[in-house]
């Protein structure tokens, strides 16, 4: 019943939020000690008191029963002796002194269980067998604390030890005293101690209410400045990177969102220079074409063979223009996040060979020397086409920067994991700063020279992503005037992500 209240409570209470929770937990915190302390206090004061209360009329008692002792008072209640009916009055003062003091009823029982005096005056005579007495002549004090009747009840036994110091024996216990007093006093004061300490409380839980809503919104704060300063970015008031240093977490969060705010501005950036190179290139074969067909255009009586020879440059920008066109658009589909890759079980060695027979024509005419050196004869899951642009790529690049009478070395070689792929040639070399850029689109060491021999600066770019795209490494070594070397190492086994 109590759990279903509780989550009932839990799902009202905005629990998900922090500041909600700062408030319940300070309220929490500081509401219960106060509770618990107050009911420790009352519960103590009252233990202690009817704990000093008992022993203090233990002790009262215990004189009184060697007063009864040394007058014989159980021995002689019923004489008639003027010293006996002396002392007896003086010990009924006595206990009727006491009696008073503690709003209490004593009475004093023989061995024959009769009760002999009785301050209420109302059990005299009577014969009084209770577990209490009982126990009492058998040895035991007993006290008991009623709390509900509002009384202590105990009793005390009347040793007689007259004999025993005569021949060493142990006191006989001659008669008990069955005493009873009030602890109204007691819960009296327990009650003024209660509502004071009530007060107290109500004043503590006010306090701790105020201190808990304050705090829960001055800890609170920080987030919310943070999320104020995020949509302040968002909604394009500020493009600063944002600082809340309250916190050692805020300082986190806002690191971490300035980091990717970073990120996206570089992405940003990279993007519009990937479009402002991107209709450069587009523009150039264009001029190209508006410069030729202009020139025609404006001579009026054109010769055929100079109208060819025009029409023949025309066709080439325009066939340049379309190679820049498919390329991006190859990057563009290897850009894409879920790549559709088609994997098949494909021998390397065979494909190797297919495009090598394709690219040797080119270098016959560079006077190139292609050679293909196999290791062994390696079987990978690939995609047929992405592998195909990465080896074509490597080795044209390897031919088309080459010298005269250069050569080219194509190894294919494997272990239980990749197979590498690793083009070698004797050509003019990359520049070791230019090193860090070639895989970038449009990049090119000489741009002149590369448009010469058809570059677009795009093949390096498409090839690393389609390494990327195999869970491979792409590596260069290079030595300017010297030659290049490409390593590419890809899994045999196609991992998917
Ligand atoms: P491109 O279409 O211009 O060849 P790539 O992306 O394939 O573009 O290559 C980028 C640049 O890296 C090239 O312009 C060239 O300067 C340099 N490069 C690539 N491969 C080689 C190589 N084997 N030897 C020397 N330079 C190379």
């Known amino acids: ?52 209360r008992t022993s203090a009329v233990q002790n009262q008692l215990m004189i009184l029963a060697n007063h009864l002792i040394s007058n014989n008072y159980l021995d002689n209640y019923r004489s008639q002796e003027q010293t006996y009916r002396n002392s007896r009055e003086v010990i009924d003062a006595e206990l009727e002194l006491l009696s008073n003091l503690y709003e209490g009823r004593v009475m004093i029982i023989n061995s024959n269980f009769k009760v002999v005096q009785d301050t209420y005056g109302i059990s005299e005579g009577k014969t009084m067998i209770s577990e209490e007495v009982i126990r009492c002549f058998q040895g035991e004090n007993i006290s008991h604390y009623d709390q509900e009747h509002g009384y202590i009840e105990m009793t005390t036994p009347i040793m007689d030890n007259r004999m025993a110091v005569q021949t060493g024996e142990s006191s006989t216990i001659r008669g008990v005293m069955l005493t009873s007093i009030s602890t109204d006093s007691i819960a009296a004061t327990m009650e003024v101690l209660n509502r004071k300490a009530l007060i107290l409380e109500a004043l503590m839980i006010m306090a701790i209410f105020a201190l808990a809503i304050i705090l829960s919104i001055v800890l609170t704060k920080p987030l919310n400045r943070v999320t104020e300063a995020i949509n302040e970015v968002q909604a394009g008031y500020s493009d600063e990177s944002i600082s809340v240093p309250d916190y050692v977490e805020t300082v986190h969060i806002v690191d971490a969102f300035n980091q990717l705010i970073g990120r996206m501005r570089v992405l940003d950036d990279s993007r519009q220079e990937f479009v402002a190179n991107v209709s450069h290139e ?43 066109i498919t390329e991006l658009l190859a990057l563009v589909k290897m850009d894409k996040k879920v ?11 065979d494909l190797a060979e297919i495009i090598l027979k394709r690219l040797r024509p080119i270098a016959r005419k560079k006077d190139v020397e292609v050679v293909f050196e196999s290791i062994r004869p390696v079987i990978a899951e690939v995609d047929e086409v992405k592998l195909t642009l990465i080896m074509n790529n490597l080795v044209e690049n390897a031919i088309k920067y080459n ?32 090193l860090a850029h070639i895989y970038e689109r449009f990049y090119r060491v000489d741009k002149s020279h590369s448009r010469e021999i058809g570059g677009t600066g795009l093949g390096l770019a498409i090839t690393k992503s389609a390494v990327l795209a195999h869970r491979g490494s792409i590596t260069v070594t290079s030595t300017e005037g010297e030659g290049t070397s490409f390593l590419v190492k890809i899994p045999l086994i196609y991992i998917a992500q």
């Open 1 to 52: 019943m109590i759990a279903k209240i509780w989550k009932r409570l839990l799902a009202m209470l905005p629990l998900r939020s922090l500041r909600a929770r700062i408030f319940v937990l300070i309220l929490v915190v500081g509401i219960v000690p106060s509770v618990l302390m107050r009911y420790g206090i009352v519960e103590n004061y009252e233990e202690r008191s009817v704990e000093q």
């Open 282 to 324: 587009l523009k150039t074969p264009m001029a190209s074409m508006k410069v030729l067909a202009d020139s025609l255009m404006a001579q009026g009586d054109v010769p055929a063979e100079l109208y060819r020879e025009f029409m023949e440059d025309i066709v080439s920008e325009i066939d340049r223009e379309n190679q820049i």
């Open 339 to 349: 790549q559709d890759l088609n994997i098949v079980s494909l021998n390397i060695n």
């Open 403 to 434: 010298k005269d009478h250069g050569w080219v070395k194509v190894v294919l070689d494997a272990d239980h994991q990749f197979f590498t792929f690793q083009v070698s040639d004797s050509g003019i070399g990359i520049p070791e700063d230019s």
